[in-house]
């Protein structure tokens, strides 16, 4: 299954240190190679909603009877994560408490090396302690931080493992620092665990990347081995990709302007961004541009008034929205686009950042016309801005169908579930769930469309009875991107 990794190989990338390039044609869609995790750990703040084994979300858990903190769908699930558990079960209980997932993570990956070394296959093209840590560039109060996992660490660990230096525990901290990669849920729309995959921390970023990287949890009752090779990766090509092209991902969203992004990338990752989008500044002039009016484009003053406008307006949002206040989001959402909507251009970013919000929690609320509104223009600025293929794009289009099917706009949610769903055969691929639950949305829009065009009357009828059905307490709550649980219907 892994024999994908002869697909890319090791190099070094002039003015970026390591990087990978493809040995071979790839076109969209393509997956590049697929790579389990080293090592993974469930969030601290998921401990308890999450399956320490398959990462599933579940309602119901079983825990461990020994440590009583991992937690299980199932026999299944906890005997699959027993090897990589049982030694951080004996701590755990000799500990007396949990260290945090830093912590966990960093124990699970040194238990692993002292029994298996830092290679664990053939395909794995990089041994973890040749991983970067970056430590020498890490900011003081980050440092600070290292020195108190270090220290929990050392109270952790347990006298019966190998022993290991203040350096090498650092370095692997270091390493997670820099290099963890967020481990979403089954249906990829949240982030529940980190954990360390060594050849993707080999592929370089650029903010117009040619390919990206999807996490497939694979098929739970393939759940057999050792180690967890249902918690793995895929790196799959956005485009055309030549045999001895660098491949890249980003690692940042491309809904910022470039001076943005290289401040979150230097901030994170250590390294300045000289990619040909942030050299050129590409498409920054359209995220802060202003529209026209009769053919006058609005005066640069206005323009960056509202921008600031905006900018606190969105502070606020977020605020309202983490105190699960949707009413006041609600309310927000509407004084800024009044403001906002004669003066910024359509793909300004702060004003889709409050369409995006807008939709969603007006969606949840159940106020589906306005949200299908909203949830267009936002698709419409995205399509001016993103790569084509971006997985972002995908997803935000896949919610504005969902918003328009939900609003009985069933045409335009069709063909917007439709548009979304090309995105993610290539972003994600035909046996990813989310694909999986598109497929299904795809054939049922299409039957309501057919059904629409031959009877209105009984459409509407047949629709009011589906929504009827849908309980307000079965809703998911709105989330940052507003993407999970819209298949509500299952
Ligand atoms: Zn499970
Ligand atoms: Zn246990
Ligand atoms: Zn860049």
């Known amino acids: 299954m892994y024999s994908y990794m002869d697909s890319v190989e090791l190099f070094e990338s002039p003015g970026k240190g390591r990087g990978l390039r493809a040995t071979k044609e790839f076109w969209a869609g393509d997956v590049l190679f697929i790579e389990p995790s080293f090592a993974a750990v469930v969030f601290d703040s998921y401990v308890a909603n999450v399956c320490h084994s398959c990462f599933r979300r579940q309602q119901k858990l079983q825990r461990c009877g020994q440590c009583k903190f991992a937690q299980y769908c199932d026999r299944t699930c906890q005997r699959a994560a027993w090897e990589e558990h049982k030694q951080e079960c004996a ?43 970056h430590i020498s560039d890490m900011p003081e109060l980050d440092l600070k931080e290292l020195k108190v996992d270090v220290h929990n660490f050392l109270d952790y660990w347990p006298r019966t493992s190998k ?11 270091g390493v997670i620092n820099c290099n963890g990669f967020t481990v979403s849920d089954q249906r990829g729309l949240q982030a529940v665990g980190v954990g360390i995959f060594p050849n993707l921390c080999m592929v370089n970023h650029d903010c117009w990347p040619n390919c990206t990287v999807v996490l497939n949890h694979g098929n739970q009752s393939a759940v057999n081995t050792v180690y967890h090779s249902h918690r793995r990766v895929e790196l799959r090509a956005l485009g055309k990709i030549s045999p001895g092209e660098e491949v890249y991902v980003s690692y940042v969203d491309f809904l910022n302007v470039s001076e943005v992004r290289k401040q979150q990338l230097k901030a994170q990752y250590f390294f300045d961004c000289t990619c040909e989008h942030c050299a050129n500044g590409t498409k920054d002039d359209l995220k802060m ?34 105190d699960g206040n949707y009413h006041e989001v609600v309310k927000i959402c509407r004084e800024c686009l009044e403001k906002q909507e004669p003066v910024l251009a359509d793909t300004h970013i702060y004003q889709l950042r409050m369409w995006s919000m807008a939709s969603e929690v007006l969606s949840y609320l159940q106020f589906f016309d306005e949200a299908a509104s909203y949830a267009r223009k936002m698709v419409d600025g995205y399509i001016k801005l993103y790569h084509p293929n971006n997985a972002a794009l995908g997803l935000a289009t896949m919610r504005a169908g969902v918003t328009h099917w939900q609003a ?18 290539i972003t994600h691929g035909p046996t990813h769930p989310i694909t999986k639950d598109l497929e299904a949305m795809r054939m049922q829009t299409e039957m309501e469309l057919r059904m629409f065009q031959q009877n209105e009357y009984v459409y509407h009828q047949m629709r009011e009875a589906a929504l009827k059905n849908q309980p307000m307490s079965m809703q998911a709550e709105p989330v940052e991107e507003g993407i999970k649980n ?3 219907r299952k």
């Open 91 to 133: 701590a755990i209980k000799a500990y007396g408490k949990t260290p945090n997932e830093n912590v966990r993570l960093a124990a699970r990956i040194l238990w692993r090396i002292d029994k298996q070394g830092g290679v664990v296959s053939d395909y794995q093209l990089i041994s973890v302690e040749e991983l970067e840590d």
């Open 163 to 173: 022993a290991h230096n203040v350096e090498s525990i650092s370095h692997i901290l």
């Open 289 to 322: 541009a202003g529209t026209v009016v009769d053919g006058v484009p609005v005066p640069d003053e206005q323009v960056k008034e509202v921008t600031d406008y905006s900018l606190m307006m969105l502070e606020k949002m977020d605020k309202a929205r983490l």
């Open 408 to 425: 009985g706009h069933i045409e335009v949610g069709h063909g917007m579930i439709c548009k979304a769903y090309a995105i993610l055969l």
């Open 486 to 488: 819209m298949f509500r």
